[in-house]
């Protein structure tokens, strides 16, 4: 159980945070919790949040770069070296209804394990 600063009890990821709703746990430190993806999209598929409720790419801003969103893909980083991703990963994280975000909760996808074919980018 964690506190999620601007705890929002409609958000499905704060209420993983908290331990409301149960998940795979990977990594947990006091800035984020990373968890796996429940429908994943590859044989690693792993979410990365942050332990406050950002809604977005959109909502990061100079207050929040350094300390959180920059420490966010150090764990990025080590997550994929623990996960054995030595081929390679891809880091996604979709914006607003344009993108398909889901969930308003900024969250990092960490997606490795295949070689991946048709891409976007
Ligand atoms: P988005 O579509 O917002 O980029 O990604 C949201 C992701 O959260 C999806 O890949 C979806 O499968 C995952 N997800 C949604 N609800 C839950 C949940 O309750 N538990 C877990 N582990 N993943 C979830
Ligand atoms: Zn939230």
């Known amino acids: 159980m964690s506190d999620v600063l601007n705890f929002d009890e409609n958000c499905v990821f704060c209420r993983i945070i908290k331990g409301d709703i149960p998940s795979a746990k990977v990594y ?11 429908n994943p999209q590859a044989p690693t598929h792993i979410l990365v949040v942050p332990k406050a409720h950002i809604q977005s790419v959109a909502e ?30 891809r880091v996604i994280s979709n914006c607003g209804p344009d993108a398909g975000q889901t969930v308003p909760h900024l969250h990092f996808h960490i997606l490795g394990g295949v070689k991946m074919g048709e891409r976007m980018v």
């Open 28 to 38: 947990e430190d006091e800035l984020c919790y990373a968890f796996r993806d429940i």
């Open 60 to 89: 990061i801003d100079g207050e929040n770069e350094a300390l959180l969103v920059g420490h966010m893909f150090t764990v990025i980083a080590k997550i994929a070296r623990d996960e054995g991703l030595e081929g390679g990963y």
